[in-house]
């Protein structure tokens, strides 16, 4: 059964403290690993998509990154509206491409 | 373009009765799927559609069931309510069965009472 594990549960930072978020994962044949950012009472916001070990994506101050195990998302010099809950998923190989989810890192950026 | 759009976006219902929640996919998508978030859990899959047949099915009972209509918009019904069935439903929508990603509406809250 495909299981996602991500850590820390939550993460307060202070204004331009980098930090990362981590995803481990396990899947029997990846098609993808997702990240999404997720605010309070809406749906997840499509971030980065990952397909293969060692690849990287970036986007404004988020940095994606991908093993065959684990993925991290890196936050460079964060700001208060970086805060939310940033959730991982993998989407398995095959025709029923469900989307796995982790269950978080609710990340609050403080002044 | 246009997003994936839920209906409606809050829900009040009592054990027992019978809910259907709507879902238009995004512009182009044709494979629309729902998930069940509990407070502080992450999203989890119902079940997916694609070209109006199910494609794919989660842990949960019968009780929940779908639709997909030819335009590709759906509907989930959830039977018989428990309380454990309060909870955030978010709908997503695809091209060809997750191609390319998945684009998240802004759910419908449940309460059960």
């Known amino acids: 059964e495909d299981q996602v594990t991500q850590s820390p549960e939550a993460l307060r930072l202070q204004e331009g403290e980098s930090s990362s978020l981590n995803c481990s994962y396990t899947?029997?044949?990846?098609?993808?690993l997702f990240w999404y950012r997720q605010d309070p009472g809406k749906g997840p916001e499509f971030l980065f998509t990952?397909?293969?070990a060692g690849e990287e994506k970036e986007k404004e101050r988020l940095k994606a990154t991908l093993t065959k195990k684990e993925s991290f998302l890196h936050i460079t010099a964060p700001k208060p509206e970086d805060s939310a809950t940033y959730l991982c998923?993998?989407?398995?190989?095959?025709?029923?491409?469900?989307?796995?989810f982790g269950t978080g890192t609710r990340l609050q950026v403080t002044l | 373009e246009t997003g994936v759009t839920q209906s409606p976006t809050h829900l009040i219902k009592t054990r027992g009765q019978q809910v259907t929640l709507r879902c238009s996919s995004q512009?182009?998508?044709?494979?629309v799927s729902w998930y069940q978030q509990a407070l502080g859990q992450g999203p989890q899959f119902i079940f997916q559609?694609?070209?109006?047949?199910?494609?794919g099915r989660g842990n949960f009972p019968p009780r929940f069931s779908g639709l997909q209509f030819p335009n590709y918009s759906s509907e989930l019904n959830v039977n018989a309510l428990e309380l454990d069935d309060s909870a955030l439903y978010l709908c997503?929508?695809?091209?060809?069965?997750?191609?390319?990603?998945?684009?998240f509406g802004s759910g419908t809250r449940l309460t059960v009472v």
């Open positions: 990952l397909y293969s």
């Open positions: 997503a929508s695809s091209w060809d069965r997750g191609e390319r990603g998945y684009t």
């Open positions: 899947v029997s044949g990846l098609r993808g």
């Open positions: 998923a993998v989407q398995p190989t095959g025709t029923a491409s469900k989307l796995t």
């Open positions: 559609y694609y070209r109006e047949e199910e494609n």
């Open positions: 512009s182009g998508h044709n494979t």
